[in-house]
């Protein structure tokens, strides 16, 4: 049975210079929960997007990237045929990358475009099926109730629930999550983070969530890959992350990661624009 995710030898200069990720190798099974921590610019929104395909490696290197043995990219080229593998990655993004304008259940359903006639999702015609699929979804998350609201009425928690319901509406095998806590206080973090280790165990959905609180990391996910200027530092239990092992790792940096979650903002906890590629409901593109 193939991994769930396999990359190797992965290379990102970018233009001015900078080795963004450095050779990195990792293999992740099917139903883990990963936390990805590391300072800010360590990599980890990097490494995430590259992930996705939303991003190409170095040209002609030897990087290679497999979700469930299918190729997102090969020696720095995504693969021609990454729509279809997209429509099985759910992706969280820090500003929740809502359409402000729509309504909540509207914005949940985008999860289903990748099933749908373009002609419809133009038109906004969903079938019972799928509406009912969206509510049942959003009912998991917590925000039922909702569902008629315009997404820019919700706080940044309601929000980032509806991002994950949409994962759901989705049928995700792999949810990568960038940072979904940073611009959260901490109840809405953890609420956060309850979720998506609940589809982790419900669903057994894959999960690689990028943090810089380790308090989450060791709560929530079994496993901690740990990146630094672009390498992998580390790759182990979660467990077994100490202050002092910590300190040799980031140094000055570490005080960052041992913040408690919610105690810093990353970026704005004003509510998203969308602006992904993957979540035009007009245009129909997922």
């Known amino acids: 049975m193939p991994n769930a ?13 900078r080795h963004a990720l450095c050779d990195i190798n990792l293999c992740i099974e099917r139903g883990e929960m990963v936390a990805l921590i590391g300072a ?21 290197s030897a990087s290679l990237i497999e979700i469930d043995g299918c190729c997102v990219q090969r020696g720095g080229r995504i693969h021609h045929d990454i729509r279809q593998l ?5 992706f969280v993004f820090q500003q929740f990358n809502l359409v402000n304008r729509l309504s909540t259940l509207l914005n949940v359903l985008v999860g289903s475009l990748h099933r749908t006639a373009r002609w419809r999702s133009w038109l906004g015609l969903f079938s019972a099926q799928e509406r009912s699929l969206a509510l049942n979804a959003m009912h998991r998350v917590g925000i ?16 980032q629930r509806a991002a994950i319901a949409r994962t759901l509406v ?27 280790a609940r589809i982790n165990r419900e669903d057994a959905c894959t999960v690689v969530v990028s943090l810089h609180q380790v308090d989450m990391a060791m709560k929530y996910c079994p496993r901690t890959i740990a990146l630094h200027k672009g390498k992998v530092v580390f790759d182990g239990p979660s467990n077994t992350l100490t202050p002092t092992l910590l300190r040799e790792l980031y140094g000055v940096q570490v005080d960052e990661l041992l913040a408690p979650a919610g105690a810093a903002t990353h970026g704005a906890s004003a509510p998203g624009a969308a602006s992904g590629p993957w979540l035009n409901p007009l245009a129909g593109a997922v």
């Open 86 to 90: 997209r429509a099985r990655v759910g």
């Open 144 to 159: 039922g109730e909702c569902h008629a609201q315009r997404a820019s009425t919700l706080s940044g928690g309601q929000q």
């Open 170 to 196: 989705q049928g995700a095998q792999l949810i990568l999550a960038d940072e979904p806590i940073a611009s959260l206080d901490p109840e809405s973090s953890r609420n956060v983070m309850e979720i998506l």
């Open 40 to 60: 800010s610019g360590s990599g980890k929104s990097t490494l995430l997007r590259h992930i996705a395909g939303l991003m190409s490696a170095d040209a002609g």
């Open 5 to 17: 995710l396999r990359i190797q030898q992965l290379n990102k200069h970018f233009p001015s210079g």
